[in-house]
């Protein structure tokens, strides 16, 4: 099973007034439920993790826009410097994929992918994956038999709508709580949070399309 850093479901998070927080954003957030240093160190592990295993793999690493983006970036950066400053490298590409399954606060059963390269181009590679929604894209993406499919996700929540499935790599066990920040949104806003936070419920209203 892999190893993960996780937050209790009574964990209230930590007071906004003790981190740097967008102004527009201070009424809409309970709380810091994990600070971004906590978040670079974790994914730096995560990279290290990810180096030792794959060593000598061709890998294509697939971010899954637009929430992965962030954790996506920062993991490649930490791999990219374990590949200059170690006996074991691995050799990269990378592509991107988006996909939608929520709608405001709901995850819905309809998985839509928009965008992204002709997934027949990873046939026959190596894939770490980052990114939600999972078992309907590796249902795609086994379907161009690639030799093996590695899944890393920054967030793991627990609650009862879950189908079971554990990535191989994980960050962050969660509470099932709506969260937001470091790429993550609702209805395109907080994205540019810093830290990963809980989101108010009046904000669900005030942001709802």
């Known amino acids: 099973m892999a190893a993960f850093l996780e937050i209790s479901d009574d964990c209230r998070g930590h007071e906004l007034g003790l981190f740097c927080v967008p102004k527009h954003y201070e009424e809409d957030l309970d709380s810091v439920i994990i600070p971004n240093g906590?978040?670079?160190?974790?994914?730096?592990?995560l990279a290290r993790d990810i180096v030792r295993d794959m060593g000598g793999h061709h890998i294509v690493a697939l971010c899954v826009l637009k929430g992965g983006y962030k954790?996506?970036?920062?993991?490649?950066?930490?791999?990219?410097?374990?590949?200059?400053?170690?006996?074991?490298?691995?050799?990269?590409?990378?592509?991107?994929?988006?996909?939608?399954s929520y709608s405001n606060d709901q995850s819905t059963n309809c998985v839509k992918v928009i965008g992204g390269d002709e997934l027949s181009a990873l046939s026959g590679k190596d894939?770490?994956?980052?990114?939600?929604?999972?078992?309907?894209?590796?249902?795609?993406l086994n379907e161009c038999r690639p030799k093996m499919?590695?899944?890393?996700?920054?967030?793991?929540?627990?609650?009862?709508?879950?189908?079971g499935y554990r990535p191989d790599y994980i960050g962050f066990e969660v509470p099932d709580k709506f969260l937001v920040g470091y790429?993550?949104?609702?209805?395109?806003?907080?994205?540019?949070?810093?830290?990963?936070?809980?989101?108010?419920?009046?904000?669900?209203?005030?942001?709802?399309?």
Do not use: W
């Open 38 to 45: 906590l978040i670079k160190d974790r994914t730096e592990r």
């Open 71 to 100: 954790f996506f970036a920062d993991l490649m950066d930490y791999i990219k410097t374990l590949n200059q400053n170690s006996d074991r490298s691995v050799p990269m590409t990378v592509d991107f994929i988006r996909l939608k």
């Open 127 to 140: 894939i770490v994956e980052t990114g939600r929604t999972m078992e309907t894209l590796l249902t795609l």
């Open 149 to 163: 499919v590695k899944v890393v996700s920054l967030l793991v929540k627990r609650t009862p709508r879950s189908s």
């Open 183 to 209: 790429a993550l949104d609702y209805n395109e806003y907080f994205r540019d949070l810093s830290h990963i936070c809980i989101l108010s419920d009046s904000a669900k209203e005030k942001y709802k399309v």
